[in-house]
Every structure is written in structure tokens, then in C-alpha cells.
């Protein structure tokens, strides 16, 4: 059964603008994890779409959570990869659902959604 469904869209030059007036905003929004992945980027355009794709999961996984971002914070949520390179999402105190996750890019934007199902045993 689905519990929640989030989805959210950033714009990538927006967020780019964000980052020139505050540098420690990928800080605030990867976790430690994520953030050596976006470091690890060569180019600054890779660099942004990254953030721009990790911010939307967290915002669209906030908003199938229902308890949105400030009741739950960016650290509390976390993309990862499989082995095939698609992203798996982790949760603090979603541990037991299963979690649906797809980002996409574009030049100009990003996008995530976020399906939360009952885990059933």
C-alpha cells in the first residue's frame, strides 16, 4: 500500500545563483556522504546539477513523508547508488517502508519523485 508521494522540481540556474550568495549551502543540504560525491566533481556545471537533483529528492521525500522539510531535515535523508547506478533513498525513521526514488535533469531543471510504500511481511 502506498503511504506518501512527494514530488518537486528546482530550477538549476536558481539554485546556482544560491550558491554565489551562500557557499555553504551544499553544506546545509548533502550529507557528509553526498557531499564528497559532489565534491568529487570536476566541472562546476555537474557540481550544481547534483545539487539541484539532491535537493529536489529531499523535497519531494519530505513531501511524501508528510512532514516536510523542518520537521525533517536535509541530514536526515540520503541518496545513495546501486550497483546499476540508480538512486536508492534512505530515510531517517523510514527504515521499514520501501522507498521509490527517480531523479532527471534537464539544461534547465531538475526534478525527483518520491513513492513511500508500506513494507509488508
Known amino acids: 500500500m502506498i503511504k506518501g508521494i512527494g514530488i518537486d522540481i528546482v530550477e538549476i540556474d536558481r539554485l546556482n545563483q544560491s550558491i554565489k550568495k551562500q557557499a ?12 564528497e560525491r559532489y565534491t568529487s566533481f570536476t566541472k562546476e556545471q555537474r557540481r550544481v546539477e547534483f545539487l539541484a537533483g539532491r535537493f529536489a529528492v529531499k523535497e519531494a521525500a519530505a513531501k511524501a513523508t508528510g512532514r516536510g522539510i523542518g ?14 547506478g540508480a538512486p536508492q533513498l534512505f ?7 520501501i522507498i521509490h526514488v527517480t531523479i532527471s535533469h534537464s539544461k534547465h531543471y531538475a526534478v525527483a519523485q518520491v513513492v513511500i510504500e508500506e513494507f509488508k511481511t
Not at 520537521?71 to 545513495?80: G, N
Open 71 to 84: 520537521a525533517l531535515s536535509f541530514q536526515h535523508i540520503e541518496v545513495t547508488s546501486n550497483e546499476q
Open 91 to 97: 530515510i531517517k525513521g523510514y527504515e521499514k517502508e
Open 24 to 35: 555553504r549551502l551544499p553544506e546545509r543540504i548533502l550529507t557528509k556522504n553526498e557531499l
